[in-house]
């Protein structure tokens, strides 16, 4: 079964989830029912932003897995933030997904306001305090943002979700979470949408084809997927790749049965060269409303 990684909350998180980003309303309950009863995931994570809570909802409720032995994440959209704006965003997220609670509820990004982002996150403690979220996070915050949760005091983030795969290691975020206690989950862990991906600065994915990869794939009799979400894994790191194909969904989470060595890692370590296929939290522009 799938290692789990305790977080701060004192709630453990399954290390491999499925994503959702980018799959249809329809889709997401097909893919999600899948996922759990034919491939073994317990760990969904979606968003209010990608219009598919209620599919994931649906996908859970005709799984044959209990609601309690299922970790699900959802987010709260930018427009959203402040105080009683995201009070009401949660309890509409939980009405969509038919749940009483979440395991995660995270911040989606980080707004150039840091007034209104310390508003919305006196909100994501009361949520976390009323146990309508096991743990609350945030999404897309660099060492700045997290520092700001830090010098508020009281509840500190459980993870911090961000762009991360072997071009972009997020060396500098990594090490502030590991200081303050708080996980790293990986986005586009496979190096992103292989098509035109989103925002102006996304890009093709290079990774899934890159020689590299590939060669230490051929070596272990695995594909190039499988060894990206083991360098996440080996890594620490809590690993959610998206795919709206069965056999991938599969294949994804069927990575416990080899290991990198560190002639792999070190190989991988070299395509450390900074480059994105999301979006920088500073392109975003969340200025106040
Ligand atoms: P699809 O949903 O058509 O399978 P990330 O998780 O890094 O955002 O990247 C996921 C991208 O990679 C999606 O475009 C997904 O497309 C594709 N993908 C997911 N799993 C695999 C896999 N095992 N092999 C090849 N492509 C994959």
């Avoid at 309508?132 to 700045?144: L, S, T, Y």
């Avoid at 911090?160 to 502030?176: F, G, K, N, S, Y």
Wanted: aromatic residues 6%.
């Amino acid at each position: 079964s799938t290692p789990e990684i305790t977080l701060n909350s004192g709630t453990t998180i399954p290390q491999v989830g499925l994503g959702v980003w980018q799959a249809t309303d329809e889709q997401t309950e097909h893919i999600v029912r899948f996922a759990i009863d034919e491939a073994g995931y317990r760990h969904i994570d979606t968003a209010a932003a990608y219009g598919n809570e209620a599919g994931v909802g649906r996908g859970i409720a005709s799984s044959s897995v209990p609601r309690d032995d299922l970790f699900v994440t959802t987010k709260l959209w930018n427009s959203d933030q402040g105080f009683e704006p995201a009070l009401a965003a949660f309890d509409a997220s939980l009405a969509r997904l038919g749940l009483d609670y979440v395991d995660l509820y995270l911040v989606h990004w980080p707004l150039l306001d840091d007034q209104r982002l310390l508003r919305t996150w006196d909100a994501m403690e009361e949520i976390a305090s009323s146990g309508k979220a096991k743990a609350v996070g945030v999404c897309n915050f660099e060492p700045r943002h997290l520092k700001l949760l830090a010098d508020r005091g009281g509840l500190l983030p459980a993870v911090d979700q961000v762009e991360l795969h072997p071009h972009l290691p997020q060396t500098d975020i990594r090490a502030t979470a590991a200081e303050l206690g708080i996980a790293v989950e990986s986005w586009s862990p496979l190096g992103g949408t292989s098509g035109s991906g989103w925002g102006p600065a996304s890009k093709p994915n290079t990774l899934l084809t890159d020689p590299i990869i590939t060669r230490i794939a051929d070596r272990h009799s695995k594909t190039p997927a499988q060894v990206l979400i083991r360098w996440h894994l080996q890594n620490g790191l809590i690993v959610i790749p998206k795919s709206v194909h069965e056999d991938r969904i599969a294949q994804n989470i069927d990575v416990f049965d080899f290991e990198l060595s560190e002639l792999d890692l070190s190989e991988i370590a070299t395509l450390d060269d900074g480059t994105r296929v999301g979006m920088h939290p500073d392109e975003m522009n969340l200025g106040a409303p």
